[in-house]
């Protein structure tokens, strides 16, 4: 798996969310994934995903950072969106907040097979 | 600057934070740095660690994940401390807690020139 390979998989993954486009997931994530430790699998991902998108229908992913070294990417993601009631816990309320996700993926034949994911909740927080 | 120099550089750098050798700090960390977008340089960077280990005084830095692609570094932390009172906000008052950081850095001749850190915040409290 070259590196190269990692970031064109990575930013198509990437473009399969912003489509909402579930049924293409499987290409890109493993059917034994697991996130921050949870072995939750590929419909356990899918299911978490159309959560996300339920809660924050204007959801979308933007890298801001792309580092690669296989098989792991590390990736800080930019959101500019409007969670419509409460999000990780916060009375959002629809209201405009802009954050950052840092995460590092492990890619298993070519697929996401372990996601260590950190949200910026204070950043949230201090716009609320 | 090679994959293996910034590994290395890298490590030598965490190296020096568990030493509290803030002496060597701008041997790893250029006059300019910035973190999460404010230019603290050096200076207060150095003065932002020695605060953290003023707060947290078995406050040690662990790599779980290195993910290194030129000029770009990034890094899983792992702690396992106890802050003495309140950190991120949260009143964890002398408390064990364990946690990660998810970091990326930009390196500008050999040293740090910028850092985009998020601290999960919430596994800190789901510990409260």
């Known amino acids: 798996m070259s590196e190269l390979d990692l970031h064109t998989i990575y930013r198509d993954y990437i473009d399969c969310l912003n489509r909402r ?3 293409s ?3 890109f994530v ?3 994934v697991s996130h921050n430790g949870r072995p939750i ?3 356990g991902y899918r299911e978490m995903l159309e959560k996300d998108v339920r809660d924050i229908p204007d959801l979308r992913f933007q890298i801001d950072l792309l580092v690669v070294e296989p098989p792991f ?3 800080r993601l930019r959101f ?5 009631s409460t999000f990780l816990g916060l009375d959002v309320g629809g209201r405009r ?3 950052a996700e840092n995460v590092f993926y492990t890619f298993r034949g070519g697929k ?3 996601v260590w994911s950190v949200i910026d909740k204070g950043a949230i927080e201090a716009q609320l």
């Open 30 to 32: 493993g059917d034994d």
């Open 97 to 99: 907040v802009v954050f």
């Open 112 to 114: 996401i097979a372990n």
């Open 21 to 23: 486009d579930w049924a």
């Open 41 to 43: 699998g590929l419909s």
């Open 73 to 75: 990417v590390a990736s």
């Open 25 to 27: 997931l499987g290409q």
């Open 80 to 84: 500019d969106c409007s969670p419509r």
